[in-house]
């Protein structure tokens, strides 16, 4: 399951396994709104600050465009995997999707076209729910790699920056842009840390964290409504 905020601290959206969109109201504990996509949606991100533009990605294969004043989604991008997550850029004008067929695809949201793709050997994705983040500045991007490397590739010269070698499983990467550490979730659900900063004479991206306080705080209310009783006004959508 994915959730981001909708535009207001107070509204929630998520992509389910139940092939789903739901938008929740945490106030009134309540679903509000269910968009049904067809296929269970592994990833989401809002593009603009009202939440009125949701992307989702999905196992078919697809990133799915949502209005939220709509019933269906548009514009649909047929990838050539199924997509195990989604990223969006500061400037909300790029979309980072990791993709099951071992690469990761930069997609122009203004043309809602794939401008890029990244991929290299050694580099294999290895789960549905592996996930690709673009580093602070937008210049570079990083995954990690089913044999535990993580994999940072610059934007503009579409080579790889570095490889990380010290970790197992890699799942997930998060950015942190103030703390200059690197941080990766590994399959045994032990976290590995330590400061970036490979070689100090070497100019690298910045860092990179596994753990974003906003996502934390998220998910914690989630789960702190539904145990306390949100529920969807129409009970068929489950």
Not at 38 to 66: E, K, P
Not at 107 to 132: N, P
Not at 186 to 210: C, K, L
Not at 215 to 223: E, G, K, Q, Y
Request: glycine share 8%; net charge positive; hydrophobic share 35%.
């Amino acid at each position: 399951m994915a959730a981001k905020f909708l535009g207001e601290p107070s509204k929630v959206v998520t992509g389910s396994y139940d092939r789903t969109l739901k938008i929740w109201d945490l106030r009134s504990k309540a679903c509000i709104e269910t968009k049904f996509a067809g296929s269970s949606c592994n990833d989401l991100v809002t593009s603009d600050g009202a939440g009125s533009t949701i992307i989702s990605g999905h196992f078919d294969q697809r990133i799915r465009f949502w209005d939220t004043r709509a019933e269906s989604s548009s514009n649909d991008i047929l990838l050539e995997g199924k997509v195990t997550s989604l990223d969006l850029s500061r400037d909300a004008n790029y979309l980072l999707s990791c993709v099951r067929d071992d690469t990761v695809k930069l997609i122009d949201l203004r043309m809602k076209k794939i401008v890029g793709s990244f991929s290299a050997d050694g580099f294999k994705v290895g789960f549905d729910w592996t996930r690709a983040v673009f580093s602070p500045d937008g210049q570079y991007i990083a995954v990690g790699s089913a044999d535990g490397s993580v994999f940072i590739w610059s934007i503009a010269t579409n080579a790889i920056e570095t490889i990380l070698k010290e970790h197992t499983f890699v799942h997930r990467l998060l950015e942190h842009g103030k703390r200059k550490r690197e941080k990766s979730v590994e399959r045994e659900r032990s976290a590995m840390q330590r400061e970036s900063g490979i070689d100090s004479n070497i100019s690298r991206p910045r860092a990179f964290s596994a753990l974003s306080p906003t996502r934390v705080t998220l998910m914690d209310a989630l789960i702190g409504g539904i145990s306390r009783g949100m529920q969807c006004k129409d009970r068929s959508y489950y």
